[in-house]
């Protein structure tokens, strides 16, 4: 499926397989892993390919460990049997926001995979616990935001990631200082607007999953 | 730009320079390249991605130099100046066909930079001497045919790409007996199908171009 | 210098150049950045060398970038000039914590290392703005706690690593639910931990600084 | 087996194992491979070994490609039974034609290692279904030429390697427009000059193997 | 374990593994390796680590089979049964001969390992037939020295490093003419130190394993 | 060119360049480096390619180096001025004894290399103070042997790498103890051994130059 926020263009796939990591083997529980990737082009400056550099930058390992993460909070693994989602987001276009859009989009191409098993009977149980959505927000300027676009996010003082689920839990939290540190209350106003935020976007995917 | 031949599609995007590999500065003339690569959702089954793997399979760097190769042959690199043009064709969704749609596809992309540059006084000539189109052939239960999908492309006896100018004649031949080696009269056919294909491929170009 | 907390024992150094990365040339602008790894027996289990597996795992990538990024928080990079500082961070032994102790030592080995270069009058004025020091939290058997070690980091059900500035305003936020999402209520409690924790570890640097 | 074609010099071995790749076991059926590598000071001017650059170049996997692929045309995988044959190719010397030399020089390999595999019963039948030999030709101002030496080659206006059979049929058709494109006439009589040298080399192989 | 020679040290541990690398599977024999290496910050002169690199240096991999084959010189493979021990040599801080001093103090972890296999019954007898430390010994200014610092070692004429057993025999002889080569009167009078050198090593060693 | 002892062939060749590694520039000195190498099939058993598996391993690393230095011993690096000369030795077969034929053929090559230069006045000297041969001796059962075949070499208990100059002095002494330890008395006869073996081999050597 393809998410588009703003100008941010993300292409999110799950693949199952029957198998599990060799360390998860044998103890009937599954799980899920994910891997993000933009493409050279998804810039306004060209990239130079991970694959033709021979080694995947500091960045997107952390973005894809992120979203492996944040997706494997709405799963039980038990009921997932020994089975493994692997979920491939891809960034055609990136402005701001990638890693977030990409766990939203994630877990609506998670549910329809898990939809897909259980219509094939592959696994014991509902392994589908939750739901999952991800903004990002920032402080541009003084003034908390919602969903910076890029020009908006170099320019952030503040920038900060959550993930939350539809039951407005949180599955993680991270704030960084790009320019001056923040005090309690900015962290505060920030979070509030994410609760908003995600709360939106649990319902825009309930309907995608609908249709 | 995006590339659609039945169920292939290619997102093609053209990356401007200003500068030349190493071996070629000072020399005053450009130079075109191009990388090739597939999501690892393109197909039905998942491939895994040669970022993680660490490095690019034969096929891949095999591709990636036949479309620079393809797309050298209707450029003036004196004309180009000492700018590079790298294009990048990454494979979205594959059924078949993938490099000579690139090739097709790369080849308006090509155009559109050469468009942009000149806009810009950014080259001393008009780099652009020509235009390339490519299709694949292939002999399926001994009958010639254009344009392979995939379920015909693992079925062939023979499969031949070919690339060709504007004005009709050849820049690349490649025939291949993936099952029995096929004679003289079998590849004079092919020839024939990919010239009618090739010219069809350079009145859509120039309409692509033209809008 | 060598960092102790509880079972933890990283090796903090910190390495001067006169010359900063290719990007960053001719700015006037000095640049901030760390390196951390583990040796292969510092936990239980012998880890792999990243050496001899020929690539740098995702954990060590995301730990590397969140040192570098929290000791820049305390740098004026034109005061720095055109130097580079490099903030090898070793662990020695592991109980947990070990990328909040590396900050906070590393800390501790970037203002020495300013002092070493004031003195040479190496830097154009006191690229030292302020302190960073940096704690784990977690929620264990629903108790927040400081400074988990090992098995209790295992047991967490939330981890969040925070760093701060000796003024108490937030660097970095990084909470990630292991267990159960959390809700506003244990974020705000472990949030308070945090603060009274780095309070005290800024007491703890000025006084190794000092001696 | 060492092959010599004008400066060309290429060692030809064949590797026989009793094993097959991981998605061709269970098969009954063999596979055939081949490896091409160029010594660092077989050309003129030194090339980089591709072991100590710590990855193989395209060209290289190109080729390593196209022999594999033809000498695969002569072999029946069912009467090989479960067992791998690997060719190297290694090229001593440089002179042009380096990959065509490379095929004809494996072929005898080939037929000397499956010799060897039938005195000692190790296959279920004649893996061996014919012959195959290649040459390069090509234009090079204006004339059709066969056999390019270094200097020819570099000179040469179109490029052409052709695989063929022991009967005559053809395996491989690879050609080049490196200055202008061809036409089909140039194409037909290349094509000609192919055939005729590739007659030759069916029976110089034969005597070699006879021998 | 660490140990310290002068300004040297290294940090030596022995992980025990109940399995065999592949080409020993079955033989009913033990394994014994090792791996060397140094902390960017060991040197006065910091140097790039080589998990960042990406690839294990010549110098990284000579010594690392070094110690492994002087270390194995002392080990009955039959009695240590199917179990492998790993030595991890990790060099803190560097002044001259580490890789003797890495020899040295891995023979004592290596009989601390194989003391605690023998209290839980691992090893069907006692796969520890001797002991085995190392010296580097050096002409400086045409006097032959022992234990050459850093300093020295730079200055050395000649530079050797001698293994020894605890019985007094060689295991393993290196000598390299680092400016003038040497003649056999010195090739004697070094050997002569070196054997004096590791009697005194052996006798430190029985002391460490006997406290 | 080709060196061949007992069934050990050896291909060496010299390449001049006219600059220096990055840390010699501007020194006014030149260098000399070496790269050394095993064909796939140059054993009985194939070998998997380095460049294939994208590491060099260990021993190349190793008799590389040994190479190399053992070269550097007889060159003046300030009459070489600032070329550098990197001697390919690659080995075609193998019969033990690789590394000290290709140490003696090296010697030739670069002895060749200097003639070449200097006849074009490229070297403000001559850079050939002396020369260098090597030879392997060992003990097998119980009898101290010059130059192994590969199958002595497996039974050897004791093995010895001896570089030598054409004056008798010593470059490299490399003893390593196969099976039991050896004691001095064994040493001394080994050294014997080969002091005889590099004097015959200085002989040939000056005899392959004059020719």
New interface residues.
């Given amino acids: 499926m393809l998410v588009e926020f703003g100008g941010t263009r993300v ?1 999110c ?1 799950a ?1 199952v397989q029957d198998s599990v990591p060799r360390w998860r083997r044998g103890s009937g529980q599954g799980w899920v892993t994910a ?1 993000y ?1 933009m ?3 998804a810039t306004n400056t ?1 990239n130079d ?4 550099r ?9 973005i ?2 992120l979203i492996g ?1 944040s997706l494997r ?1 709405c799963v039980d693994y038990k009921a997932l049997g020994e089975n493994s989602i ?1 979920l ?1 987001c ?1 960034v ?1 276009q990136a402005d701001g926001g990638t890693r977030t859009a990409a766990i939203t989009g994630a877990y609506v191409a998670l549910a329809d995979a898990v939809s897909w098993m259980r219509e094939r009977r592959m696994c014991p149980g509902d392994p589908l616990i939750g739901s999952v959505s991800a903004v990002s927000v920032g402080v541009v300027g003084s003034v908390p935001m919602l969903d910076l676009c890029y020009t908006e996010d170099v320019a952030a003082e503040t920038d ?1 990631n959550v993930v ?2 539809g ?11 790009e320019g ?5 209350g900015a ?1 505060d106003q920030l ?1 509030d607007l994410a609760v908003a935020g995600c709360e939106e976007l649990t319902l825009i995917q309930r309907e995608a999953l609908e249709s």
Same sequence: chains 1, 2, 3, 4, 5, 6.
């Fill in positions: 292409l796939a693949s891997e990737a493409l050279p082009r060209r390919r991970e694959s033709v021979g080694k995947i930058g500091g960045r997107t390992h952390e894809s460990r993460r909070a692997l491939d891809d055609l900060m939350m689920t039951e407005g839990t949180f599955v993680e939290v991270q704030g960084t200082a001056a540190p923040f005090d309690r962290l979070l």
